[in-house]
């Protein structure tokens, strides 16, 4: 059995003051409530090569009697990045997709098929666009963001077709 440590970020929390107390004119000081927000803690890290030999574990104990133990974070990792071929190559997505997910619970593969839906209208609405000549493109501030929509604005045209196409995969297979 594979040695299954991950290596975790420390978690931290910042107390962020929105608005410091302020003085009124006659010198007093006036008690504003101060509010603190906390920095979301980040997420646990995990190599791509650790996902997929947690994948390889997986379809081993189907097959033998050793003892598979259950990695949420390497089972997270595989479904947020599902999508980038680079980051899950093609044999791994394959087997995700026919293999794992069909072993999911009915509410993950109504959540993944509503993702793989999101994913391959986008394209299609962005498809559409290009060819009417309305497609807008990345806009300048998206650089810094990553989150779902600036990743997709920064893909080259190759890399949103295979995000399509994986998105295609998934539904033709994962069924609800």
Do not use: C
């Not at 509010?35 to 979301?40: A, E, F, I, N, S």
């Amino acid at each position: 059995m594979r040695n299954k440590s991950i290596r975790r970020k420390p978690s931290t929390t910042i107390d962020v003051v929105s608005e410091p107390p302020t003085r009124s004119k006659n010198g007093t000081s006036s008690k504003k409530k101060v509010q603190k927000k906390k920095k979301k803690a980040p997420e646990p890290t995990i190599e791509p090569a650790e996902a997929w030999a947690y994948l390889l574990d997986w379809e081993e104990q189907h097959d033998s009697s050793d003892s598979w133990e259950h990695n949420e974070t390497a089972e997270a990792w595989l479904i947020q990045n599902m999508y980038d071929a680079e980051a899950v190559p093609k044999d791994v997505f394959a087997f995700l997709v026919e293999g794992y997910m069909q072993e999911k619970p009915e509410s993950d593969r109504v959540a993944i098929r509503a993702d793989a839906t999101r994913r391959a209208l986008r394209y299609k609405e962005y498809e559409k666009q290009v060819k009417d000549g309305t497609w807008q493109g990345a806009d300048d501030n998206d650089d810094d963001d990553d989150d779902d929509e600036s990743v997709w604005n920064r893909l080259e045209d190759h890399d949103k077709r295979k995000v399509y196409k994986r998105a295609r995969k998934t539904l033709d297979v994962v069924k609800v």
